[in-house]
């Protein structure tokens, strides 16, 4: 109830963006995009992508795990793997 996600996107751009908003806890979620969501993004399930955190200098990742703080966010530019 406390972690919220959600996708933003065009056709240039595509953010997954993943919220916890506990004042006190600490979550680790397992994040997944459905292959119906992919294609209604308008992204191939057979092309593997990459997930770039916007608000952090972490490197690029093409498993996006993450460990929400208490009241911290992620937001992550998803883009084809080059």
Known sequence: RQVYS???YTDKQ????VVNFSPDKTYKPTLRLPQP???RLGLD????????DLL???PTTENPTVTLAPQ??????IKPKQ
Do not use: D
Not at 47 to 52: D, S
Not at 72 to 77: C, D, G, L, T, V
């Open 6 to 8: 959600y996708l933003r």
């Open 14 to 17: 595509k953010l997954l963006v």
């Open 37 to 39: 969501l992919l294609q």
């Open 45 to 52: 399930p057979n092309v593997f992508y990459t997930y770039t």
């Open 56 to 58: 952090s200098q972490a």
């Open 72 to 77: 911290s966010a992620y937001i992550f530019e």
